[in-house]
C-alpha cells in the first residue's frame, strides 16, 4: 500500500506545476537561484560571526606586563572604555550572526519565507553594522593616540612600551574591519535579491 | 499661458495611466504609493544633510583659546587626527546627502525610475552609514578621554580647561548621531518600498 501511495504523490506533484507555468504566462518561475542566495548569505554570516569572535579574542588575551625598572605595569583592554566598548559590540555582532546563520541555513530547508527574512536581515544587518562601524572607529581612535600620542594634549604614546598589547589591538581592529565589509555586503546581497523578485 | 498648460499636463498624467492597467491585466499598479515614499526619502534625506552640515560647522568653530598664567592655550579640532576624520567623514556625508536629495527629488518627478533608484540608494547609503557611524564613534573614543582621562595611561582630561570646546565636540557627536539613525532609517524605508513591489 505504502509504495504504490508515494509514487502516486510524486507523480501528481511532478505533473501538477507545468500546466499552469507553460498555460498563461510562460514565466520561468526563479525558487533554485533564491537557494543559491541563500548559500552564499550563510557563508558571510558565519566569516562576520567567525571575525567577530576572533577579534573579542585576540582584544581579550592581549594583557601584557612590562617591567619598567623597579615598576611592573600592566597594560589590559578594560584599562580603556572605548576597548570595553570594542568587546561588547563586537559580541553582540558575533552572537546575532551565528543567530541569522541558523535562520538563514532554515531558509535554505524552507524557501517560502525567503522574502520575509530577506527584508528582515536587511534591518538588522544595518543596525549591526552601524554597531560595528562604531565600535572599530572608537577602538581605532584611541588606538591611534596610543601608538602616535598626542602633544597638543600631551598624551604619551604606550605602544613604544607595550608592544605586544598593540599588535594584538591592531589585528582586533582589522579582523572587526573586516566584519563590517562583510556586513555591507550582507546588505548589498539581501537587497539586491529582494530587487530581483520585482517584475520588470 | 502658463495657468492653462499647467492644468493640462495634470489632465493628461491623470488621464493616460489607466487604459492600460485597466485594458490587458486588470492588476492596480501602485505608482501614487511610490511618490509618496520619495517625499518622505526626500525629507530624511534633506535632514541628514543639515545634520552632517551642522556638526562639521560646530566643530570647525570650536577653536577655545585659554590663559593659564604666563602660558596661552589653544585648543582647536584640527589638533587630533580623530577629529579631522570626523569632519572629512561628515563633509562627504554632508555632499553625498544633498546630491541624493536632488536625485530623489528627479524621481518624484520621472517616476519610471525609481525601482533602481531604491536599489542604488540602499547600496551607497550603507556605505556611508558606516562612514558616519566609524567617524563618530572615532571623535567619540577620543572625546571621552578628553572628558574622563585615562589614569592608566597617564593621559589628562582636558575638558575642565577647554570647556567651551568639549561643547562644540559633543553637539557635534550628537548630530552625527543623529544623522546615522536617519541613514539607517533611510536604509529601512528603501528596503521596505523595494519589498513592497514584489508581488505577494
Redesign the interface.
Known sequence: MGSTDKPADLETAKEVPPPPKGAAYGSTPPPPKHDYFFVVDVVLRFLVFAASLTSVLVIVISKQTVHLGPRISV?KFN????FI?FVAALSVAGLYAILTTLASLSVIWKPILS?KF??HF??LD??V???V??????????A???Y?G?E?????K?CSTFDKFCQHVVGALATSLFA?VLL?LL??L???T??R???K
Open positions: 597594560a584599562h580603556s572604555p572605548a566598548y522574502t530577506l527584508l536587511v534591518f544595518v543596525l553594522l552601524g554597531l562601524a562604531s565600535a572599530t572607529g572608537t577602538a581605532g581612535g584611541v591611534y593616540i596610543g602616535k598626542n597638543h594634549t600631551q598624551w604619551q604606550v563590517s555591507v546588505v548589498w539581501s537587497t539586491f529582494l530587487h523578485k520585482i517584475p
